[in-house]
């Protein structure tokens, strides 16, 4: 039951969190329609910039181009490398809390014995 309690909390734990970017991004997004930020910036659904015959801008510099699609495989893999070492330092935190709390309290009863 122990188990089974502590997996229900971090459900609601990133329930919570989920909700709140989720909050955050429809906010930013709501925001941004509001001060007149054209549609293809705000990525709507069906509105592109027209580009002729499908052809690819150049971006200054002409840097970008190969890039783009060599890299995400990467990127995710090292985006969530990161995140599961921000989990992983969350949980050692909290673990390690959790255990000086409970010395605490230890040293707290064998004291006033």
């Not at 001060?35 to 801008?57: K, T, W």
């Amino acid at each position: 039951m122990k188990i089974l309690g502590r997996i229900l909390i971090i459900l609601a734990a990133f329930a919570l969190v989920m909700g709140i970017a989720y909050t955050v991004v429809s906010a930013a997004n709501a925001a941004s329609s509001a001060i007149g930020v054209p549609a293809f910036e705000r990525g709507e659904d069906g509105v592109r910039p027209q580009i002729p015959n499908h052809e690819r801008p150049e971006f200054p510099g002409g840097e970008g181009h190969g890039l783009r699609g060599g890299v995400s495989g990467l990127r995710l893999i090292l985006g969530t490398v990161k995140n599961i070492g921000i989990i992983a330092i969350i949980v050692a935190l909290v673990l390690w809390l959790k255990d000086f709390m409970r010395k605490r309290k230890r040293d707290l009863q064998q004291v006033s014995e």
